[in-house]
């Protein structure tokens, strides 16, 4: 079962340029999650969205962008990206919103900006 | 503002004693408390999780029990095993269908053989 897949991997990105990191998954959840993770801290909520068509912004949505036109992906756009989103990225979906409902992750892009 | 922390960066012990990593909240209006575990390199994967209305789940060797007055909640492993060294974070859900999981820092676990 593949659950929720993340590209790339790892990605090393010059200050000032795009990427779009991919996130997939195939368990037909209606919720998807971007998170964020830097080193010693907890992740942080980027974007959300509830379906397909709908996104919403969380704690820290500064450059970036989402989109979501099939159940199934969620990217995630940096258009001009900055050192200080070096970061490891985390895509996350679940079933429904109830709140015991457990999010299941992706492996994480590894993102670095020099 | 933190509202849910982990004070404990990291944990030690030894195989087949108990661990117990500990997570605060500040926020009353959680409904529900999750615990994560995250291998290096991997996504976080979910353990257990606990009701806001009852204080005590368990799930073979995890056990998470919650201390609403006290704002407090615990992830006891027991018997600790050398695969279970990993990150733990506890995350928290707010009432009202809101879809924003608040995660602690996380606890470095390592079991030593």
Known sequence: NAGVTQTPKFRILKIGQSMTLQCTQDMNHNYMYWYRQDPGMGLKLIYYSVGAGITD??????GYNV???TTEDFPLRLELAAPSQTSVY???SRTTD???QPQHFGDGTRLSIL | DQ???QNSPSLSVQEGRISILNCDYTNSMFDYFLWYKKYPAEGPTFLISISSIKDKNEDGRFTVFLNKSAKHLSLHIVPSQP??????FCAANPQGGSEKLVFGKGTKLTVNP
Do not use: I, L, W
């Open chain 1, 90 to 92: 985390f895509c996350a």
């Open chain 2, 3 to 5: 509202q849910v922390k």
């Open chain 1, 67 to 69: 989109s979501r036109s």
């Open chain 1, 98 to 100: 109830r709140g015991g």
């Open chain 1, 57 to 62: 912004k969380g704690e820290v949505p500064n």
């Open chain 2, 83 to 88: 695969g279970d060294s990993a990150v733990y």
